[in-house]
């Protein structure tokens, strides 16, 4: 297993640890909040770790490529969660989760389109059971709390997926091209502006520094550290030195993380379904890494 299917698989590991702070902290903040906050507090951390990493010295970039950047972050950061959120009150977490397995479909899709990669036949097996697994893991039969969602909330949902995957495709020439760090810190720069331009539009408070000494403050920064600067960082790596097609596959092992973490950590409730679609995952992931069973 290479670097970039590790970078990966970690990836989904970190960011199914930061969903667990984040419901801790949607107790305490509504989802504007959140996002904003997020996006301010990335930009902030990406300062000092491109001063670090990188030197000041922007570099010299095409104007293309730093559009495409920027839009990576404007479509893939902010405008995803809007139709994520919106998709969450329409028909509810369960069914946007569900709708969350379009991920890797639209990922392959689109990098077929625009990038020119192809799986193997194996490949493709591991994919289809990655989404099966996925599927079986977060169906709810009795726990529906709308009886008739909107065909709406769905579409909504599936172009927050669409949005996050095309967000990622896209960068992924220019991640080659260019210095990591900096990639990074034009994203988040591309997301952020774009959030506070949103909050204007809607007439929204821009401040969000009260939740740096609010209950449940504590878990949101947390949260926001690892889901949004660490896992963002890895995201974006695990992309560079694998192929979009592979990286996205390996990216839907979240949903399983957050399934085992929620049972450890929240005390939610596991039963024989979840395991089997656990194990299904996994296997998928074998046959996508093309490992030995």
Known sequence: MGIGETLSLLCAFIWAVAVILYKKAGDHFNAYEMNLFKSVFVFILMIPTVLFFESWEIPQMSYYQMSVILISGIIGIMLADLFYLRALQLIGASLTG????????????????????????????????????????????????IEHPPIRGFVYAALAVFFTALGIVIIKPVST???????????????????????????????????????????????TFLGQYVSMMIWVAGYKYTSASVASILNETASVFILLLSWIFLKEHLNFRKVIGVLITITGVLFVLQISL
């Open 98 to 145: 569900i709708t969350g397995s379009l991920y890797s479909p639209f990922v392959v899709s689109l990098s077929m389109l625009l990038l020119a990669e192809s799986l193997n036949s194996w490949q493709y097996f591991g994919m289809l059971l990655v989404l099966a697994g996925v599927v079986l893991v977060g169906y709810r039969k009795k726990t529906l709390t």
């Open 177 to 223: 091209e260019l210095p990591f760090f900096w990639i990074i810190l034009i994203r988040s720069f591309g997301g952020m502006i774009a959030m506070v331009l949103y909050g204007l539009a809607i007439r929204q408070p821009l401040t969000v520094s009260h939740i740096l000494e609010a209950k449940g403050g504590m878990w949101l920064i947390l949260g």
